[in-house]
């Protein structure tokens, strides 16, 4: 199973980190039963080990007037594949980039503070992108579900 490495009490931990990441240590150890410091071990043990990777704030974009929140999908010649990821990586209005298997090679989440500000991303970077074959833009209307890492 995907826990495998994580003991009992780290899924502990973690199930109550995701839900409050701003928990104290000393709530976590009540809740699971171990002080305060052997709370803060476990933790840093997690961070060290990668297990955690950020404490970050979501922002929702739909609630921010103008914000267009979309996707892409491009499919690249393979040549071409990590300079794209790089040129993309680096750009501040891409959020999120995953390569994919199946037709498509990356798929691209961007969100723009308003549509001068896509037309102008589109324009001047994804147009530009070389080894492209094929890409879809599709705005992002509503959000349904956005679970960002695993859930236990």
Same mark, same amino acid.
């Given at each position: 199973?995907?826990?495998?490495?994580?003991?009992?009490?780290?899924?502990?931990?973690?199930?109550?980190?995701?839900?409050?990441?701003?928990?104290?240590?000393?709530?976590?150890?009540?809740?699971?039963? *171990?002080? =305060? +410091?052997?709370? @803060?071990?476990?933790?840093?043990?997690?961070?060290?080990?990668?297990?955690? !990777? #950020?404490?970050?704030?979501?922002?929702?974009?739909?609630?921010?007037?103008?914000?267009?929140?979309?996707?892409?999908?491009?499919?690249?010649?393979?040549?071409?594949?990590?300079?794209?990821?790089?040129?993309?990586?680096?750009?501040?209005?891409?959020?999120? *980039?995953? =390569? +994919?298997?199946? @037709?498509?090679?990356?798929?691209?989440?961007?969100?723009?503070?308003?549509? !001068? #500000?896509?037309?102008?991303?589109?324009?001047?970077?994804?147009?530009?992108?070389?080894?492209?074959?094929?890409?879809?833009?599709?705005?992002?209307?509503?959000?349904?579900?956005?679970?960002?890492?695993?859930?236990?």
């Amino acid at each position: 199973m995907f826990l495998d490495g994580l003991d009992e009490l780290d899924q502990k931990i973690l199930t109550l980190l995701i839900h409050n990441a701003r928990m104290s240590y000393s709530d976590i150890g009540e809740q699971v039963g *171990i002080s =305060r +410091v052997a709370v @803060k071990m476990r933790i840093r043990s997690l961070e060290e080990r990668g297990v955690i !990777e #950020e404490y970050t704030t979501v922002i929702n974009p739909q609630k921010i007037s103008g914000a267009v929140s979309c996707y892409f999908e491009i499919e690249l010649h393979p040549d071409f594949l990590q300079n794209v990821i790089d040129q993309l990586y680096h750009h501040p209005i891409v959020t999120q *980039i995953y =390569r +994919v298997t199946g @037709k498509n090679k990356l798929h691209v989440h961007a969100i723009a503070a308003n549509q !001068e #500000e896509l037309d102008q991303f589109i324009c001047e970077t994804i147009d530009h992108l070389p080894g492209m074959e094929q890409i879809s833009c599709n705005i992002i209307l509503s959000r349904i579900k956005d679970i960002k890492g695993l859930r236990l």
